[in-house]
């Protein structure tokens, strides 16, 4: 409280993600005012169309300043604005042969930040969204343990728990452009993703109590819904990060995501993230199911599959604008792109912007926390004056990798490929503000 | 992948908070595996309670294993299990004298992890939960601006913005403890408290495209709703960190946080944090408005009024055991204390734990990230032998302000006050695992 208000006026920061933030405090470094220094505009068009009586402050005082509003304890488990009905997860109407083995996707087009509230969270399931009594619920523990167990929820609350940010992704998120399938719509190419808080028991606490007997190189997790999904998982992984989850962004986890127990790899494929999980089993070798023999294994250019490929790799895409929220009612003038970047391998380090379809490219900037294996907020300031874009984003981790351009993917795997996509998406801005999914190809 | 699996089996940590994760993993530091070397009794004690039969893995197939779930996609904006309805906002019935100008509190005991649900966050009203169509919500800008202004909806999304996990907190949250109401619940004794992610617009943003006139050290934001609440804001907290909020935890502001913005000012009173914001005076001096001069002051000792005590200093409380949430049903053995620690003044450094009231304090783990002016979640392991006792924790934030016990505050304060209480809450627990909210005051 003892900064001169004139330093501070003229010392301000556009962007201030909490990351950076506790520096900036405490080397009390002034930072840049170059990146709003060309934000002037909206002040003097807004100002242009209301007319102010200075008579008559506030301006409006509509139907809502007039009455009482509802009790305040109308709704004691909340939920959204009337006016927001539109911001829902929505199926691909011909991707699924039914609507139980079925996806619905995330509506990134009106999420902000990097957390996506449960109920908007992507969902996939193999046998439809089962309802677990939890007083019911058993986790068997088997197979190269010490001595075999069975868990309650309680036991496994019982362990000492952690609480972290990730992402989760579906293999196959962005798979329907490998072909072109050309959705116009960021939800469809980018919705089988979300980030949470999730709070659970790490299997690695859980294991040191049970006791790994030697040779217990893989682990099989197994759910309990009827379509029984399973995958091999690496001890490694198993050992390193791995979570047995019961908790989402606070509260418990919602039937979609596996109440009451699920596990969770962070930045792997969510496939292998077990819901409704009835079992773990060790033994030396992986078990070969169909998730991953004749799913979830990458078609490569000569016709052989690739197996085992489990960490995302960086990705990105541009969230505003994009097919569903797109420009036709902007003005000319500065207008930001913003967008989310993402790795299972690591943290973002960096994210370019392209509005020329990648000639040219410069930084963005971050506009939320970098965590490990996260979601990331970025965006870029720029003009539009009502000219054509073809609006790009790339991110890079902290393995070095950076996103490859769709023909350097093609190029390295072929075109038959569902899973792992992350090229370089491109939105067409046309000059009407008109957005679409269009794919460029470098000969 | 190349680490060995035995080191990896040897070396396990019990508690790995994302912050401390990235140096975790650069530096290659194994961490102590004190913590868990004695946790030995969960998977002795599950064993006995159940048979495994190895001819019949595994061992319970139950109704929801043997049917098609529901549908994928069957619930759009999804909701929780139907077993977690009691997970609910609650009022106190005799608070307030109308259930328009009311509060409704976050129920900690059923909560993980430091995110909030948007369905759960405390909501408090002066005038009930108003509507308010986002197409006709207009803020105006005036008083010592060079130009006064008003900004639609879509013009205050155009600037850039920034998305920081913050805790919210009102200022008579655990007030009713200053006179020793005693009520038996953490929902009622510190359930005017919730953490979100928020994305919006830091304020200095748009001051800064706008003009702030030599001489304008305060700022009135005041609400669109019947209540028409307001309160002064010193300009050097505008231009520090505050934000115009339209988004909390990835989604729109729900009504009852002030859809479609509200003014946010991390690690400061509730109140201020004007929700349904229609305007933003600037002028050379303080308002003096009803909510920060009858109400919202603090009564002192000698009957004087404190003002302007706006941000929260340290506190704290243990979750798990709580009076709702108790150790009835719970073994001999060890057990977890789990509890939550926040700051409106900057990073919690340190939680101590206390099982005989105080006389004796051991440091707790921190298990999650550790945010400034936000919720950090701690954890205390030990052994619970159906023995009384009378648990406690206290925080300490990195201004080096540790909360006062009771008597301390008292002292300090004297025993009229309603707002800013943080003393050390003291819960007993009984041998028969009853826990309940009691006060001890030191001769």
């Given at each position: 409280?003892?900064?001169?208000?004139d330093?501070?006026?003229?010392?301000?920061?556009?962007?201030?993600?909490?990351?950076k933030?506790?520096?900036?405090?405490?080397?009390?470094?002034?930072?840049?005012?170059a990146a709003?220094?060309?934000?002037?505009?909206?002040?003097?068009?807004a100002?242009?169309?209301?007319?102010?009586?200075k008579?008559?402050l506030?301006?409006?005082?509509?139907?809502?300043g007039?009455?009482?509003?509802?009790?305040?304890?109308?709704?004691?488990?909340?939920?959204?604005?009337?006016?927001?009905?539109?911001?829902?997860?929505?199926?691909?109407?011909?991707?699924?042969?039914?609507?139980?083995?079925?996806?619905?996707?995330?509506p990134?087009?009106?999420?902000?930040?990097?957390?996506?509230?449960?109920?908007l969270?992507?969902t996939?399931?193999?046998?439809?969204?089962?309802?677990?009594?939890?007083?019911?619920?058993?986790?068997?523990?088997?197979?190269?343990?010490?001595?075999?167990?069975?868990?309650?929820?309680e036991d496994?609350?019982?362990?000492?728990?952690?609480?972290?940010i990730?992402?989760?992704?579906?293999?196959?998120?962005?798979?329907?452009?490998?072909?072109?399938?050309?959705?116009?719509?960021l939800?469809?190419?980018?919705?089988?993703?979300?980030?949470?808080?999730?709070?659970g028991?790490?299997?690695?606490?859980?294991?040191?109590?049970?006791?790994?007997?030697k040779?217990?190189?893989?682990?099989?997790?197994?759910?309990s819904?009827?379509?029984?999904?399973?995958?091999?998982?690496?001890?490694e992984?198993?050992?390193?990060?791995?979570?047995?989850?019961y908790?989402?962004?606070?509260?418990?986890?919602?039937p979609?995501?596996?109440?009451?127990?699920?596990l969770?790899?962070?930045?792997?494929?969510g496939?292998?993230?077990?819901?409704?999980l009835?079992?773990?089993?060790?033994?030396?070798?992986?078990?070969?199911v169909?998730?991953?023999?004749?799913?979830?294994?990458?078609?490569?250019?000569?016709?052989h599959?690739?197996?085992y490929n489990?960490?995302f790799?960086?990705?990105?895409?541009?969230?505003?604008?994009?097919?569903e929220?797109?420009?036709?009612?902007?003005?000319?003038?500065?207008?930001?792109?913003?967008?989310i970047?993402?790795?299972?391998?690591?943290t973002?380090?960096?994210?370019?912007?392209?509005?020329?379809?990648?000639?040219?490219?410069?930084?963005?900037?971050?506009?939320?926390?970098q965590?490990?294996?996260a979601?990331?907020?970025?965006?870029?300031?720029?003009?539009?004056?009502?000219?054509?874009?073809?609006?790009?984003?790339?991110a890079?981790?902290?393995?070095?990798?950076?996103?490859?351009?769709?023909?350097?993917?093609?190029?390295?795997?072929?075109?038959?490929?569902?899973?792992?996509r992350?090229?370089?998406?491109?939105?067409?801005?046309?000059?009407?503000?008109?957005?679409?999914?269009?794919?460029?190809?470098?000969?």
């Amino acid at each position: 409280m003892k900064i001169k208000k004139d330093e501070l006026i003229e010392n301000i920061n556009t962007v201030d993600p909490q990351t950076k933030r506790r520096e900036f405090l405490k080397k009390g470094v002034v930072l840049s005012t170059a990146a709003i220094a060309s934000l002037g505009g909206i002040a003097t068009n807004a100002n242009a169309k209301y007319k102010i009586d200075k008579n008559n402050l506030p301006p409006n005082n509509p139907a809502w300043g007039l009455k009482w509003g509802r009790d305040t304890n109308h709704d004691p488990y909340g939920s959204p604005s009337k006016f927001e009905k539109h911001v829902v997860r929505r199926e691909v109407p011909w991707l699924t042969a039914d609507k139980k083995a079925s996806v619905s996707f995330t509506p990134w087009q009106d999420l902000k930040g990097i957390i996506v509230p449960n109920g908007l969270h992507f969902t996939r399931c193999h046998g439809g969204v089962i309802d677990i009594n939890p007083k019911e619920y058993r986790l068997l523990i088997h197979g190269l343990v010490k001595k075999d167990i069975i868990l309650t929820l309680e036991d496994i609350k019982r362990y000492p728990s952690v609480s972290v940010i990730h992402s989760f992704e579906c293999a196959a998120n962005n798979g329907m452009e490998w072909r072109g399938a050309n959705l116009n719509s960021l939800q469809a190419t980018h919705g089988m993703l979300a980030c949470s808080e999730v709070t659970g028991v790490p299997l690695r606490t859980i294991l040191e109590d049970v006791g790994l007997k030697k040779g217990a190189k893989w682990m099989f997790p197994e759910g309990s819904d009827p379509a029984g999904v399973g995958r091999s998982i690496p001890i490694e992984k198993v050992l390193d990060d791995a979570i047995l989850v019961y908790a989402q962004n606070g509260e418990a986890l919602r039937p979609e995501q596996g109440y009451p127990v699920r596990l969770f790899l962070p930045g792997w494929e969510g496939v292998m993230q077990i819901k409704w999980l009835r079992r773990l089993k060790f033994d030396t070798k992986s078990w070969m199911v169909r998730e991953e023999s004749t799913k979830y294994t990458m078609l490569t250019k000569d016709g052989h599959a690739l197996m085992y490929n489990w960490a995302f790799s960086a990705n990105s895409v541009i969230t505003s604008p994009c097919p569903e929220r797109d420009w036709r009612d902007k003005k000319r003038g500065f207008i930001m792109i913003e967008g989310i970047a993402w790795s299972g391998k690591g943290t973002i380090t960096a994210v370019d912007v392209s509005i020329d379809g990648g000639k040219t490219w410069k930084l963005a900037q971050f506009t939320s926390m970098q965590l490990p294996k996260a979601v990331t907020r970025f965006a870029f300031k720029t003009k539009w004056n009502k000219n054509s874009m073809m609006i790009q984003s790339r991110a890079t981790d902290d393995t070095g990798f950076t996103q490859p351009t769709a023909t350097q993917l093609n190029n390295a795997r072929g075109k038959e490929g569902i899973y792992h996509r992350n090229a370089i998406q491109t939105w067409e801005v046309k000059s009407n503000g008109e957005v679409n999914n269009v794919h460029i190809y470098e000969s």
